[in-house]
């Protein structure tokens, strides 16, 4: 007569709607409780933590959960759950370090199980850039000096002398991992003597003395693209840590600081400025000089610009990075009346006054501020 399995959430004692962090202290009470390693020789204790094991493999798994929801334990079998769930083919090693956090000490990233411990990428570095304002603006070519590690060119990275063979590593007799035990539990974790890689060398490099790379200054000339902004960064593909057992050197990321100009402010590829022009100049019109990063440039103030209006001048401003066009520089016109005045000023400006129309009634709302005072 066959087995009729218990409800997963029931053998767990958790609700329908548990998250994550519910779910994985559930598992690892019962894991505790049930472990064979604390119940020897107890079928029934084996049993629990195998079903634990089991409701615990599914209810973690996203999928596996959605079948299970919509169709009990048929929806984890044939087609319609991917085969079912095997609690046989579950890494306990991997469970339990999921769950306990554990980390490395069931092989972890340190190596494989077997003894041989994987190509993995070197590790990226960090580079740091002050530029001036123009420098970011218009890009340069650097030469930068990256301290980093460098493949021993004695040994190639293998930490031996040339001729030097390898041998057994005696820690853990070739496996590469040794057996541990943390309290009730049996754990693997990757041999510390030879780092997982089941062998030592005979003879170790005496240009690296052992480690297989060296710490240099590597010069690296980098192009830093114009438009380049403050707390942008540059990527440059292999000119990180080198790889392990084989594996891709990582990256090098340049972070840029630019410093603050003196007169332009940016605001993505537009540069602002402001400049001042006298009353004269404001009512009359005028021909200026307003600065921008290739030098002076001519600029038309017509007849009666106010105070805060905004000149655009084409193209002055940043390029883009992507070196599709470039930005516009905006200049701000600050009209300045004086607070002080010479006799001679002071009659000019009585005389004009007398000329000009005066109209000190306030200014009729316009469309714009009804709008937001409805609002408001």
Same mark, same amino acid.
Do not use: W
């Given at each position: ?31 505790? +409780? ?123 990275? @293998? ?8 041998? +057994? ?12 035990? +943390? ?35 590597? @010069? ?85 610009? +106010? ?11 940043? /390029? ?5 066009? @470039? ?8 009209? @300045?009346? /004086? ?38």
């Amino acid at each position: 007569m066959p087995t009729i399995k218990r409800d997963y959430y029931e053998v767990l004692a958790v609700s329908r709607g548990v998250g994550e962090q519910e779910l994985k202290s559930a598992y690892r009470k019962l894991a505790l +409780q049930y472990h064979p390693d604390r119940n020897p020789g107890n079928a029934e204790a084996e049993e629990k933590f195998k079903e634990a094991a089991e409701a615990y493999g599914v209810l973690s798994d996203a999928q596996k959960r959605a079948a299970y929801d919509a169709y009990g334990h048929a929806g984890l079998s044939g087609a319609g759950g991917g085969g079912g769930f095997d609690p046989s083919s579950m890494d306990l090693g991997d469970l339990l370090s999921q769950v306990f956090g554990f980390g490395d000490m069931f092989g972890g990233a340190g190596g494989q199980r077997g003894g041989r411990p994987r190509a993995t990428k070197g590790d990226d570095l960090r580079y740091d850039l002050t530029l001036t304002f123009e420098e970011a603006a218009f890009g340069k070519a650097v030469e930068l000096q990256v301290p980093k590690l460098e493949a021993c060119a004695r040994c190639r990275g @293998r930490g031996a002398e040339p001729d030097s063979s390898m041998m +057994q590593c005696p820690a853990c007799k070739g496996r590469g991992e040794q057996l541990f035990s +943390q309290g009730f539990l049996s754990v693997r974790r990757t041999c510390s003597h030879c780092g997982g890689a089941g062998e030592i060398v005979k003879q170790v490099c005496r240009e690296c003395r052992g480690e297989g790379y060296k710490h240099i200054n590597k @010069r690296l000339k980098v192009t830093v693209p114009a438009g380049i902004a403050n707390g942008n960064r540059l990527r440059v593909a292999g000119e990180g840590q080198p790889g392990t057992n084989g594996g891709p050197s990582g990256d090098l990321y340049i972070f840029f600081t630019v410093k603050e100009h003196q007169i332009f402010e940016r605001h993505e590829n537009d540069l602002h400025c402001h400049i001042p022009i006298s009353v004269a100049q404001a009512a009359l019109g005028a021909k200026i000089q307003a600065p921008t990063l290739e030098g002076p440039h001519e600029i038309t103030i017509p007849e009666g610009t +106010q105070n805060g209006t905004e000149l655009r001048i084409r193209g002055k401003g940043v /390029p883009e990075v992507q070196g599709r066009g @470039r930005g516009d520089l905006i200049v701000h016109i600050d009209v @300045r009346i /004086p607070t002080k005045l010479t006799r001679e000023q002071r009659r000019i400006f009585e005389e004009l006054e007398g000329t000009l129309p005066v109209n000190n009634e306030p200014h009729e709302k316009g469309l714009l501020d009804k709008v937001k005072d409805y609002f408001m």
